[in-house]
């Protein structure tokens, strides 16, 4: 038996992504997509004009009876990204190399990444601010953190999603924004 043997990924949530109502019927990644790590029960949302986050931003919603998680979507014109100043030495070296509008993608992704990290191991922001994400922005979708792992999630142009759940090799279903549950 090979020490690369893993047992099989069975989907223990589902993560549906709601669009704002300026976007619905927007593309949305396709159902059924399980690229694996775990998920939490937030989401942040996206844009965020004057009106209040729920009605005008993305929401990440997780479906999930017994698995303690988070997932955020943040999108890259949310006025609200993790502050420079905060981020990991390696993480701001990435970022300074990349064009403005990657810049502010990646400002996102990092966003979720630490917001998700933060509602699921209840972390203060500046403890969070301590930890390297920067293999996210290098194209890896799931980094081990501890007895957690935080994944990337499939979302609509614009906007990053990331799951934090306990455990490794465990995967998810992305859901149609109506299996969302109501509130």
């Given at each position: 038996m090979s020490s690369d043997w893993q047992p099989p990924r069975?989907?223990?949530?589902?993560?549906?992504?709601?669009?704002?109502?300026?976007h619905r019927g927007?593309?949305?990644?396709?159902?059924?997509?399980?690229?694996?790590?775990?998920?939490?029960?937030?989401?942040?949302?996206?844009?965020?004009?004057?009106?209040?986050?729920?009605?005008?931003?993305?929401?990440?919603?997780?479906v999930a009876s017994a698995v303690p998680l988070a997932v955020v979507a943040v999108a890259e014109t949310d006025p609200d990204l993790w502050p420079e100043r905060w981020l990991h030495p390696e993480e701001k070296r990435l970022i300074r190399s990349l064009a403005p509008r990657a810049r502010r993608l990646s400002l996102a992704l990092l966003t979720a990444a630490r917001r998700a990290l933060v509602q699921a191991l209840g972390l203060p922001a500046p403890a969070a601010a301590s930890i390297d994400l920067s293999p996210l922005l290098n194209g890896v979708q799931s980094l081990r953190l501890g007895d957690w792992t935080l994944q990337r999630v499939p979302a609509p142009q614009g906007c990053q999603v990331a799951a934090a759940a306990p455990g490794s090799g465990w995967s998810y279903t992305l859901l149609p924004p109506e299996a969302a549950p109501p509130g």
């Amino acid at each position: 038996m090979s020490s690369d043997w893993q047992p099989p990924r069975f989907p223990l949530f589902g993560i549906a992504l709601i669009p704002p109502p300026a976007h619905r019927g927007a593309d949305l990644p396709e159902s059924g997509s399980d690229l694996a790590p775990a998920v939490a029960n937030d989401a942040v949302d996206a844009a965020r004009p004057e009106g209040p986050p729920e009605s005008s931003a993305w929401k990440a919603v997780a479906v999930a009876s017994a698995v303690p998680l988070a997932v955020v979507a943040v999108a890259e014109t949310d006025p609200d990204l993790w502050p420079e100043r905060w981020l990991h030495p390696e993480e701001k070296r990435l970022i300074r190399s990349l064009a403005p509008r990657a810049r502010r993608l990646s400002l996102a992704l990092l966003t979720a990444a630490r917001r998700a990290l933060v509602q699921a191991l209840g972390l203060p922001a500046p403890a969070a601010a301590s930890i390297d994400l920067s293999p996210l922005l290098n194209g890896v979708q799931s980094l081990r953190l501890g007895d957690w792992t935080l994944q990337r999630v499939p979302a609509p142009q614009g906007c990053q999603v990331a799951a934090a759940a306990p455990g490794s090799g465990w995967s998810y279903t992305l859901l149609p924004p109506e299996a969302a549950p109501p509130g």
